[in-house]
């Protein structure tokens, strides 16, 4: 099973229904033992057959999450990012997919040397090998993994089967079993109902695991004769049944599961020493999210606003923004495709500064330059992300620069003025999945610009998702009209952010500044924006006033 195995494994399955929040609890947990002085890290485990989700629509799976190594991965290691402020790989989301592609492509090496190749042991091994291999390094002391979908589905078998595996591979001490369930309520009767929870603990019997700890969700607060009733049934001790109550907030749950003693059942299980997290951190960032003392208004604009989970990364940056500046931030989702020339001044009305979200595609597109025109136009702060830059570029190029046929290649392939391109290493593709410029790259910025002065500094290193990119024949003809080139990659020459010089607040970036704004570290971008709209709203009140 590769080199000798040093962490502690706790695994965490799922019962009654899906989202129910196992990532958000895994990543609470790892918190709470990260605040202990453990290093920790976490894995997701998903069974589905797409080699990863960079080819599933977001409204099938939400946003597409992606790490500094370039994995297209599940939007639950963002939420293990946000939490725990660290890195995640390509090594930390795994597929049915990948597990049997690799073992596949080892059979048609010949490596099974003429074998049968079966679900056990080869694919139940392969698995194996995926939840040991972050334990190679060495560096993690606690390896959280999380196996998607629910107990009992056809598709988990084989993950079920690899964490029974598992616990066989590894020692008594090494080794823990969280099973997240659903305690209903049933309003007609008034009664918290345990038996969704004794059949799903049940599969998980026969699949061969006992479950240690049973983790809860539940509307209302779990009396002790219901913890007694899971306890006996489900054969947990009772200290080791769960109350995950409805939070106000995810960034509540850490707090909530350490009253809980979730993290303690834990420790005594692994056999590790009890101390007092620090929570001292985290507890003021919820003291300044939860007492704002001014609010903004901000619009996102994009296509999938009836999903808000194809923009969590985006969401949650202004969560963290928003707390940095002591301020609630309001999101008012806006459909792009809702936006016209006529109403885009209605839609817009009342915001203090706008989003235009990444996407691909034509649909939406023209609202998206409806509405970049407007906040140009209106010296309304404006962060423009992925597609948002390419769609700035189109207007400034169509507006200012009179190209009234300008346009990205990947909507009009026979545009007269093609300002968005596909990249040069892009033209020979025609593989869809895992093929676009993924990860972190270096971007230097130009002193003297607003984004120079936003990071405090002259190199960064940005996550991106994109196949176009901005055209440099016309770059002399932006920036002479004030569209300037505030950053570059030196490597390949591109232009990853414009901002407008004669506008206080407009700043678009071709990549994704929202996948690396943690709890801890709020994105310096996000909260210069939440900043710019909150004087914006200053300014527009004494607009108001003067006129009233």
Same mark, same amino acid.
């Given at each position: 099973?590769?080199?000798? +195995? ?15 929040? +196992? ?7 790892? +918190? ?51 939490? #725990? ?118 599969? /998980? /019997? ?135 020339p006529a109403n885009v001044g209605d839609s817009l009305h009342g915001l203090h500064g706008v989003l235009v979200a990444p996407g691909f595609g034509e649909r939406g597109i023209q ?33 200012? #620069? ?56 002259? @190199?960064?290193?940005?996550? @991106? ?46 990549? @994704? ?9 709020? @994105? ?25």
């Open positions: 099973m590769g080199s000798a +195995k040093t962490a502690k494994h706790i695994f965490v399955t799922g019962g009654v229904t899906s989202s129910l929040g +196992k990532g958000i609890i895994s990543a609470s947990l790892g +918190k709470l033992l990260q605040a202990r002085g453990l290093s920790v890290t976490i894995q997701k485990f998903d069974p589905y057959i797409n080699i990863d989700p960079g080819t599933l629509n977001p409204y099938e799976h939400g946003e597409c999450y992606v790490t500094d190594d370039g994995a297209e991965t599940d939007l639950d290691l963002g939420h293990y990012e946000r939490f #725990l402020s660290i890195t995640t790989s390509q090594a930390n989301n795994v597929t049915t997919g990948r597990i049997y592609h690799n073992v596949i492509t080892k059979e048609r090496r010949g490596d099974y040397l003429g074998k049968t190749v079966q679900v056990i042991p080869h694919i139940t091994d392969e698995i194996k090998n995926n939840f040991f291999k972050l334990d190679e390094s060495g560096e993690y002391d606690i390896i959280i993994t999380e196996i998607g979908g629910c107990v009992g589905d056809i598709e988990s078998l084989p993950f079920i089967e690899a964490v029974r595996q598992a616990k066989l591979d590894l020692s008594p001490n090494d080794f823990l079993s969280i099973h997240l369930t659903l305690i209903p309520y049933l309003h007609a009767a008034k009664e918290l109902k345990t038996k969704p929870t004794q059949h799903s603990v049940k599969q /998980l /019997l026969e699949a061969g695991i006992q479950p240690d700890i049973l983790v809860c969700r539940t509307e209302l607060p779990l009396p002790i004769e219901i913890r007694k009733k899971l306890a006996l049934f489900c054969n947990v001790q009772l200290n080791c049944v769960i109350e995950a109550i409805d939070a106000e907030s995810i960034y509540d749950v850490p707090l909530h599961m350490r009253k809980e003693k979730l993290a303690d059942r834990v420790l005594s299980k692994l056999k590790l020493p009890k101390t007092e997290p620090d929570l001292t951190k985290w507890k003021e960032f919820l003291g300044r999210l939860k007492n704002p003392v001014e609010e903004v208004e901000i619009g996102l604009v994009g296509k999938y606003v009836e999903l808000p989970d194809a923009y969590k990364s985006i969401v949650e940056s202004f969560t963290h923004a928003g707390a940095e500046n002591e301020c609630k931030v309001n999101i008012r989702w806006i459909s792009s495709e809702d936006i016209t609202g998206k330059i409806e509405a970049i025109r407007h906040l140009r136009e209106n010296e309304i702060p404006f962060l423009g992300i992925c597609l948002g830059l390419q769609c700035a570029v189109t207007e400034f190029a169509r507006n200012v #620069l009179n190209m009234p046929k300008a346009s990205s290649t990947e909507i009009d392939p026979n545009t007269p003025h093609p300002v968005i391109d596909l990249m040069n290493e892009q033209k020979t593709i025609t593989d869809k999945g895992g093929t676009m410029r993924l990860g972190a790259y270096p971007c230097t910025l130009t002193k003297g610009s607003k984004l120079y002065a936003i990071y405090g500094k002259m @190199h960064i290193s940005e996550r @991106h998702r994109h196949r176009y990119e901005f055209n440099n024949q016309y770059l002399a003809e932006f920036e002479n009209a004030g569209m300037i080139a505030a950053g570059i990659n030196m490597d390949l020459n591109l232009v990853e952010i414009f901002e407008l010089k004669s506008h206080p607040w407009f700043i678009s970036v071709q990549f @994704h500044p929202e996948l690396k704004s943690t709890v801890l570290n709020p @994105h310096p971008l996000f909260i210069r924006f939440i900043e710019a709209a909150l004087k914006f709203r200053k300014v527009s009140f004494k607009k108001e006033a003067i006129n009233l």
